[in-house]
């Protein structure tokens, strides 16, 4: 535990010294040079190691520990804590490259808020205050730790790829809407991945339960992917001048998307676990 305290006195310390620096910085400004071919500072580059060893790296590592109830967990998740704190002082303090309003660094708050209830509630079931009164709250903080601790992972993902379009300076302007329809499908992709793996590796029992089959959850899926990439594509959330070849094409496939997966969905609504399309 001493080893512990030590590593959360230290994120509080890095805190404490960066804070007034990072929140008086003025780094998103419109009046600084916004050239995304710029080169990034040493210390952005330290602020993106940071947050890649301790979101992308240690956490993810510290949860599935946390799963098995190893000794690890905790030293896992504490050291990238303390990692995650110093590189989000680092990424507002940073005397680099400049970047106009972007949705990476306000969404860096949220991120932050949340690493903070995660650790404070990891630290709390820790103290195990059960043995020394009724703890009523202590079933609920677990929950919480769960849940956030899910959030966090797709969280990550979420706030790596903001941080890519936020470095290479696309998706501004007029491109918003056509950047969301490709960030979406290929992010959906990769979800579908997950959530397939998950369904045959962990949720049979689940589904036996709820008496559906897996494929009817793969339609509703498919469906709420062509639900988005129809109108994301073209204009519906920017305004946009015609329809180009790419428009067509884009769009075409999240209508097709979109039927396709509301008629298998509605076709396998009574379907029984073990049924296939």
Not at 114 to 137: C, M, P, S, V
Not at 152 to 171: R, S
Request: glycine residues 12%.
């Amino acid at each position: 535990m001493a080893v512990h305290r030590g590593l959360l006195s230290l994120g509080a310390a890095a805190v404490l010294a960066g804070a007034p620096t990072a929140w008086a910085h003025d780094h998103h400004g419109a009046n600084l040079n916004l050239d995304p071919g710029e080169p990034i500072g040493g210390v952005l580059k330290m602020h993106i190691i940071l947050m890649t060893v301790s979101f992308a790296i240690l956490f993810p590592i510290g949860l599935v520990l946390g799963l098995r109830k190893h000794r690890w967990h905790v030293p896992v998740q504490a050291t990238g804590g303390v990692l995650a704190i110093i590189g989000f002082v680092l990424g507002h303090a940073h005397g680099g490259r400049a970047f106009p309003e972007n949705a990476h660094s306000k969404f860096s708050w949220f991120m932050l808020w949340l690493l903070a209830g995660q650790l404070g509630a990891g630290i709390y079931l820790k103290l195990h205050t059960e043995r020394r009164f009724n703890d009523r709250a202590r079933p609920f903080v677990k929950i919480a730790h769960k849940l956030m601790a899910i959030v966090m992972v797709v969280a990550t993902y979420v706030q790596i790829v903001l941080g890519v379009v936020a470095w290479l300076g696309y998706c501004y302007g007029g491109f918003l809407g056509q950047c969301l329809a490709h960030l979406i499908m290929g992010s959906s992709f990769l979800a579908y991945g997950v959530w397939l793996l998950l369904l045959v590796r962990l949720a049979m029992p689940w589904l036996v339960r709820f008496g559906r089959s897996p494929e009817l959850y793969d339609s509703a899926m498919i469906m709420t992917w062509g639900l988005f990439n129809t109108f994301t594509e073209h204009g519906f959330i920017e305004e946009a001048h015609g329809w180009s070849h790419k428009d067509l094409q884009h769009t075409s496939l999240g209508v097709i998307w979109f039927c396709g997966g509301l008629l298998s969905t509605y076709m396998l609504r009574k379907s029984g676990p073990s049924d296939r399309s």
